[in-house]
């Protein structure tokens, strides 16, 4: 069955610095989809990528959707403390009704 | 607004002990609803859909049901609980954008 990975698992940055975590599927994918998961807290959708190269910017976060479709990154520029908490990517699963596969997510911890 | 509520918010139940979880939504007429689990370290896995009254689908073999009565109530179950049910429990609908998803605030269920 289809598989997305996500890179790195685990991210201790200190307050200032920037973070990227990078998301691979074993399929060609639609769509991606990142979301938010703070501490205690449950995922809130960010973005939604569909076209091969594209890119887009939220505020300090930039996303970018790989050329063939299978993989996909996130960056945030300059942390800040409110960024803390888990990054999934996600994509469709190929079954009915819109599911999704989500990665196992990177937890980015920040350090004052 | 379209709302997503679940109950209860955290559960700790004895292994052989039924289970009945609850999702609600408002705001919104014949949402696709799921049923996600997130155990440690394991990120989000679908484990049921539904399209509509009575229609349910699995994506994994488990040891739990749903169930879904009316259109805005989507149900989980478990006739016995076991150690490895324990996790957080994820209500979600599908959103404006295709197969982005929304997600309830979750149920935090311990099965000891």
């Given at each position: 069955?289809?598989?997305?990975?996500?890179?790195?698992?685990?991210?201790?940055?200190?307050?200032?610095?920037d973070f990227t975590?990078?998301?691979?599927?074993?399929?060609?994918?639609?769509?991606?989809?990142w979301?938010?998961?703070?501490?205690?807290?449950?995922?809130?959708?960010?973005i939604?990528l569909?076209?091969?190269?594209e890119v887009k910017k939220q505020k300090r976060l930039t996303f970018q959707?790989?050329?063939?479709?299978?993989?996909s990154s996130l960056h945030i520029t300059?942390?800040?403390?409110?960024?803390?908490?888990?990054?999934?990517?996600?994509?469709?699963?190929?079954?009915?009704?819109?599911?999704?596969?989500?990665?196992?997510?990177?937890?980015?911890?920040?350090?004052? | 607004?379209?709302?997503?509520?679940?109950?209860?918010?955290?559960?700790?139940?004895?292994?052989?002990?039924?289970?009945?979880?609850?999702?609600?939504?408002?705001?919104?007429?014949?949402?696709?609803?799921?049923?996600?689990?997130?155990?440690?370290?394991?990120?989000?896995?679908?484990?049921?859909?539904?399209?509509?009254?009575?229609?349910?689908?699995?994506?994994?073999?488990?040891?739990?049901?749903?169930?879904?009565?009316?259109?805005?109530?989507?149900?989980?179950?478990?006739?016995?609980?076991?150690?490895?049910?324990?996790?957080?429990?994820?209500?979600?609908?599908?959103?404006?954008?295709?197969?982005?998803?929304?997600?309830?605030?979750?149920?935090?269920?311990?099965?000891?």
């Amino acid at each position: 069955g289809q598989q997305v990975m996500q890179i790195p698992q685990y991210q201790h940055v200190q307050e200032g610095e920037d973070f990227t975590t990078y998301c691979n599927s074993s399929t060609t994918l639609s769509n991606i989809q990142w979301y938010k998961q703070r501490p205690g807290g449950h995922p809130v959708f960010l973005i939604q990528l569909v076209k091969s190269g594209e890119v887009k910017k939220q505020k300090r976060l930039t996303f970018q959707f790989g050329e063939a479709k299978k993989n996909s990154s996130l960056h945030i520029t300059a942390t800040q403390t409110t960024d803390v908490g888990t990054y999934f990517c996600a994509g469709p699963s190929g079954g009915g009704a819109d599911g999704l596969t989500f990665g196992k997510g990177t937890h980015l911890i920040i350090q004052p | 607004s379209q709302t997503i509520h679940q109950w209860p918010a955290t559960l700790v139940q004895p292994v052989g002990s039924p289970l009945s979880l609850e999702c609600t939504v408002e705001g919104t007429s014949n949402p696709n609803l799921y049923w996600y689990r997130q155990a440690a370290g394991r990120g989000l896995q679908l484990l049921f859909y539904s399209v509509g009254i009575g229609q349910i689908s699995s994506e994994v073999p488990q040891n739990l049901s749903a169930s879904r009565p009316q259109d805005r109530q989507f149900i989980l179950s478990s006739k016995k609980l076991l150690l490895s049910d324990s996790g957080f429990y994820l209500c979600a609908r599908n959103g404006g954008q295709g197969d982005t998803q929304y997600f309830g605030p979750g149920t935090r269920l311990t099965v000891l």
